[in-house]
Every structure is written in structure tokens, then in C-alpha cells.
């Protein structure tokens, strides 16, 4: 039965990586929020998990937190932003996503290699899911890169985070509560500030595409 | 050292395949009207079709070449063999050592070469267009086809179907999340591969989009029956390979043959609610653009590699 629940560590952890992946080939921005829905619940299952195997309580603390956060309010939030946008059906089109894709591979492979010896020095149950944790958070960061609207670059930072919080759950027990607050509070306050920015943007350059931001003077 | 109750369950296996796999059809289609909200055709349907076609005069293009009357034939057989090489009900099969799981893509390829070359060879327009998209939709599918066999390889060692289900079956229950991507990025690769929604519509005979009618369209009589028939050999060695690779359980083992009695029942369970799923997932997708295929292939790929390199990271 604990091997059993160990071994849904690493499904739960296979399900965050394919669902980063997903938000890489995903084109509408209301499935993209739909799956960072669904990551964060992976998220909160993995550390569930973790937490009934290793006993450490104050991880069903960081569950319920990630589960208010990442389920329920953030989520939330980016539905009204994008109503309010008005940008619910917006498609992007601009990205070769097969290709994109295939980088993402590679970075998997990177994440993989790296974590390894990391990993073996770890004594945590979940240390083999460090790798894939990487994967995630590179995944999230190639999505920053290559997305050139707001709120998907927005949804990769997010991801990112979820990534982040994965690796401090798989390879450590978990980081100390008050770290944990902070970051949460960190990203609830940097989404409300990007929601601001994203209507500025808006504002200005009557478009979200974040290509507008480079040139520096006007014509 | 071939035993005769393996030679029984290889008969056995290859008549219920070939008995079984146009019910499967009719059962998939009825509960893809079901769900579409339309009166359902009668689950024996496709066997009627099949009686009809067989029944009818084959009528040949004037330029035909004999490629196009063998095609049917070898496609039929390329199926039926398949179907004999998936362990359905028993993992003791004499023709199992003849094709390890990669020969069995190779035998899906050469179907497809032969169907694609008939099509082709009558030279109307439709005929060459339905080639040229099945050879695109084929070789985007056989590598995730064979990445996914190659990451049950892993786990146990083997590429015959027959060893991979019974380490599979028979060693104590764990969790594979290698196994859990593959088994999607296999279905991503069926669907394409059987011409179903997502890639190609089954039900329709309209030109523009049409994938697997394109191919066949110049068949006629026996012909035509054999190929639907091989079609719906391929759904259901499809569905088998999926049943054996990601569901083994009550497989019948070598020397026990009693459980072949009961795996025939839980192959039909198995199949049946395969069946409705694969209906579920047809109703709730909108077939997409030929364009967006290559997409959806590149898809099934990646998760087929995500499956084995997550292997090599869990060991698992």
C-alpha cells in the first residue's frame, strides 16, 4: 500500500510535466487557464501524498495553501482579467508550437541529466521527481519566452512557481512555512500588479502582444 | 515446440478476431449515434454490409493493374495476421516468435503501402489525394507507434507482444506513470491510424475531407468487403495491442488452458467499454484540420518520448 502511494508520486509528477507540456502546444488562453487549474490540483495531490508518507504536517498546511491559491483564486482572478480584457477567445497563432515542442524535449533531457546527481544526494522519497520538477519550471520558462501576448507569459510565470514549489516538495521536505507564506504572497501580489500592467498595456498600445514593449521611443 | 493448446488459442484467437472485429464496429457506431442524439443502426449492421458487398459484382477501372486487384487480399491478411500477433485471449501463440512488436508496425506499414499503391494506380484525383494524406498521416504515426511499444520494451525487457504481457500480468500490481503518458500518446496514434474523428470521419463521403473513403473509393464489391473488413480488423487489433499493452489482466497464460474460457469474457468486456470510450472521445471532438494533424501526431511523439525518458529518471 506506501510503495503503492509512493509509485502516485511519480504519477502525479508525470502529470504535472505533460500538463506544462500542454500548456506549451495550447493556442486559446481559456484552456491554457484551465490547465494551470488542473496543474495546480496535481500539485496539491503530490503534496498530499507526501505529506501522509512522510508524516511532516506542516506539508498539509502548504497543500491547503496551494490548493486556495492555485485552484480557487488565481484562477479566478485570470478569468476576470480575461473577461474584463475581453480576450476569453483570443487564439494565438504566431508560434511553430511542433518545434517549440521539440526544444521542449531537449530542455526535458537537460532537467533530467542535471537533477541526477542531485537527486541521488537527496533522501527524500520523492527525490527521483526532482528531474521532472526542473522539466517543469524550464517547460514554463521556454513558455515565457516564446509566447508573445500577456496573459500566457503571465500563466508561464505562474506555472513556473508551481514547478518551484514541485521541487521544493520532491527533493527537500518541503520548504519552511514562512518561506512558503511569502511566496504565496509574493505571486498573489505579482498577479494582481501584472493584471494592472496587462490593462496599461492594453491601454497604450490597444493589443496585449508584448512585442509593442520593445521599441522604447516613439516613431 | 509448438503445443496444440496453443495452436488451439491461435485459431481460437484468429476466428474471434475476424468474427468479433465488425461487431466491435457496429458496436462503437451505435453508441456514437447514442450519444449524437440520432437513431442508432442496428449493431449487426456492418455484418449485413459485409454480406451485401461480398454478394455484389466487383467492377474494375479498365486501367487496373493486378496491383489493384491483389491490394484488397494483402491488406486483409497483413490484418488478420496482426490480429493473430496481439495476444487477445492467450499468451501462448505459436505465431507470436514470427513478429515482435516492431515487425507488427512494419506489418501495419506494408497494409498501408499496398492500399496507398491501389489507390494510386486507377490514377483518378481522389485516389492519389487519399494516398498522399494516408503516407503523411503514416509516417508521422509509426514513430510515436513505436515509441510507445518501446517504452513497455523497457519495462519488461522484451519487443514480443506476448512477453511484455506477461511480465505485465503477472508480477505484482504497480503504477507506471511511463506507461500512463504512453497509453495516451497510443491513443492519439489509434485514433490517427484508424481514421477516426479527431483526424479522419469514418461516416463521411464528403470529398474535401475525407482521408480513408478517398483511398477506397474505386472498390467495389468483394473487394470493397474485404477492405472494410481489414478496417475493422485494424480497429480491433488496435484495440487488442492497447488492451495488452496497458490492460493485461486475464490474458489466458501458457499451459493453462481453462483460462482461455475466461479470457474470451473479459476480452469482450475490455472491448466493449473500449468501444464506448473510443464513441465518447469521437462525440466530443470536432475533427480537425488535415493541417493540424502533423500537430496532433507531434503530440502523440513527444509524449511517447516524455514516457521513456520519464522511464529512464523513475526507473518506472
Known amino acids: 500500500m506506501e510503495s503503492l502511494l509512493a509509485q502516485t508520486i511519480n504519477l502525479f509528477a508525470v502529470a504535472l510535466l505533460v500538463l506544462a507540456f500542454a500548456m506549451i502546444a495550447q493556442r486559446r488562453i481559456l484552456t491554457l487557464i484551465h490547465l494551470y487549474t488542473l496543474q495546480g490540483a496535481a500539485l496539491v495531490a503530490a503534496t498530499l501524498v507526501v505529506a501522509h508518507l512522510t508524516g511532516q504536517h506542516h506539508l498539509y498546511g502548504s497543500a491547503i495553501l496551494t490548493f486556495v491559491l492555485k485552484v480557487v483564486l488565481i484562477p479566478v482572478m485570470l478569468h476576470r482579467v480575461i473577461d474584463r480584457l475581453n480576450v476569453r477567445w483570443d487564439v494565438e497563432t504566431l508560434f511553430n508550437i511542433p518545434t517549440t515542442m521539440l526544444i521542449g524535449i531537449v530542455l526535458v533531457i537537460v532537467a533530467f541529466n542535471l537533477a541526477a546527481p542531485i537527486a541521488s544526494l537527496s533522501a527524500s522519497i520523492a527525490r527521483g521527481t526532482l528531474g521532472i520538477a526542473l522539466a517543469c519550471m524550464l517547460l514554463s520558462f521556454l513558455m515565457m519566452i516564446v509566447r508573445a501576448k500577456a496573459v500566457p507569459q503571465v500563466i508561464g510565470f505562474l506555472s513556473m512557481e508551481n514547478g518551484l514549489f514541485f521541487a521544493a516538495t520532491a527533493a527537500t521536505a518541503g520548504m519552511p512555512m514562512i518561506v512558503e507564506l511569502g511566496i504565496a504572497f509574493d505571486v498573489l501580489v505579482g498577479i494582481l500588479i501584472l493584471g494592472v500592467f496587462m490593462f496599461q498595456i492594453r491601454e497604450q498600445f490597444d493589443s496585449l502582444d508584448i512585442r509593442h514593449l520593445e521599441r522604447l521611443k516613439e516613431d | ?316
Open chain 2, 1 to 316: 515446440m509448438v503445443s496444440w493448446t496453443g495452436l488451439l488459442a491461435q485459431i481460437l484467437a484468429i476466428a474471434l478476431a475476424l468474427a468479433l472485429a465488425p461487431l466491435l464496429m457496429g458496436w462503437v457506431n451505435q453508441w456514437r449515434a447514442w450519444l449524437q442524439n440520432r437513431r442508432a443502426p442496428s449493431l449487426l449492421q456492418p455484418y449485413r454490409t459485409l454480406h451485401k458487398l461480398f454478394h455484389k459484382e466487383s467492377v474494375l477501372a479498365e486501367n487496373a493493374s493486378p496491383l489493384f486487384r491483389i491490394a484488397p487480399y494483402i491488406v486483409f491478411g497483413c490484418m488478420a495476421l496482426a490480429c493473430g500477433i496481439a495476444p487477445t485471449l492467450s499468451t501462448d501463440l505459436p505465431l507470436a516468435p514470427a513478429a515482435d512488436a516492431i515487425a507488427l508496425v512494419g506489418l501495419f506499414a506494408l497494409a498501408r503501402v499496398f492500399i496507398s499503391l491501389a489507390a494510386m494506380d486507377v490514377g483518378t484525383a481522389f485516389g492519389s489525394l487519399g494516398a498522399r494524406r494516408e503516407m503523411l498521416i503514416g509516417f508521422l504515426a509509426e514513430p510515436a507507434l513505436l515509441m510507445v511499444l518501446f517504452s513497455a520494451s523497457l519495462i519488461t525487457q522484451s519487443t514480443s507482444l506476448a512477453r511484455i504481457v506477461e511480465t505485465l500480468a503477472h508480477q505484482s500490481f504497480a503504477i507506471y506513470p511511463s506507461l500512463a503518458v504512453a497509453g495516451v500518446a497510443f491513443t492519439f496514434v489509434s485514433l490517427a491510424e484508424n481514421a477516426r474523428v479527431p483526424v479522419d470521419n469514418p461516416a463521411t463521403h464528403l470529398e474535401l475531407t475525407m482521408i480513408h473513403e478517398a483511398l477506397i473509393l474505386e472498390y467495389s464489391g468483394r473487394h470493397l468487403a474485404l477492405i472494410e473488413w481489414a478496417a475493422a480488423l485494424k480497429l480491433f487489433a488496435y484495440s487488442c495491442i492497447g488492451l495488452a499493452l496497458f490492460f493485461p489482466w486475464g490474458v489466458a497464460e501458457a499451459g493453462t488452458p481453462l483460462a482461455i474460457l475466461f479470457a474470451i469474457p473479459a476480452l469482450v468486456l475490455k472491448l466493449a467499454v473500449g468501444g464506448v470510450l473510443l464513441a465518447v472521445i469521437e462525440t466530443i471532438n470536432a475533427k480537425m484540420r488535415l493541417f493540424r494533424v502533423p500537430e496532433f501526431l507531434a503530440t502523440a511523439f513527444l509524449l511517447a518520448v516524455i514516457a521513456l525518458l520519464v522511464h529512464v529518471l523513475l526507473g518506472a
